[in-house]
Nanobody, 123 residues
C-alpha cells in the first residue's frame, strides 16, 4: 500500500554533515506528520525530529541547533539535514509517516515505517 524509501545514510567523521531523505509512495491521499526516529545498539528507538503538514516541527533536545527537518508535501518526501555530527548520533535512522490517509480508505489514519538507514559517526 505505502512504501517509505530512505537514502543518505553513511559513514562520516565527527563534525561532518549528512542529509537523509525519505520518499513515501503508494495510494496516498495525504500525510499528517512525517519524522525521523533512531535506534542505537542496546537502546530504545527515540524520536529525532518530526514535522507536520503545516510545517510545525519538534526536535529531540540532543539534536536541537544541529539537525533541521523539512518536507515537500507535493512529493510526500521528508528530509533531515544533520550538521556537526557526533559519535553519539550513530544509529539506524528510521523514517515515519503518521496520520496517513489512503485514497481507498479515507476514514482511517495509518502509520508506516521505512526500513532504516545506518548513520555512523567516527571520532
Amino acid at each position: 500500500q505505502v512504501q517509505l524509501v530512505e537514502s543518505g545514510g553513511g559513514l562520516v567523521q565527527a563534525g561532518g554533515s549528512l542529509r537523509l531523505s525519505c520518499a513515501a509512495s503508494g495510494s496516498i491521499f495525504s500525510i499528517n506528520a512525517m519524522g525521523w526516529y533512531r535506534q542505537a545498539p542496546g537502546k530504545q528507538r527515540e524520536l529525532v525530529a518530526s514535522i507536520t503538514r503545516g510545517d510545525s516541527t519538534d526536535y529531540a533536545d540532543s539534536v536541537k541547533g544541529r539537525f533541521t527537518i523539512s518536507r515537500d508535501n507535493a512529493k510526500n518526501t521528508v528530509y533531515l539535514q544533520m550538521n556537526d555530527l557526533k559519535p553519539d548520533d550513530t544509529a539506524v535512522y528510521y523514517c515515519n509517516a503518521d496520520g496517513v490517509v489512503l485514497t481507498f480508505r479515507p476514514f482511517e489514519r495509518l502509520r508506516y515505517w521505512g526500513q532504516g538507514t545506518q548513520v555512523t559517526v567516527s571520532s
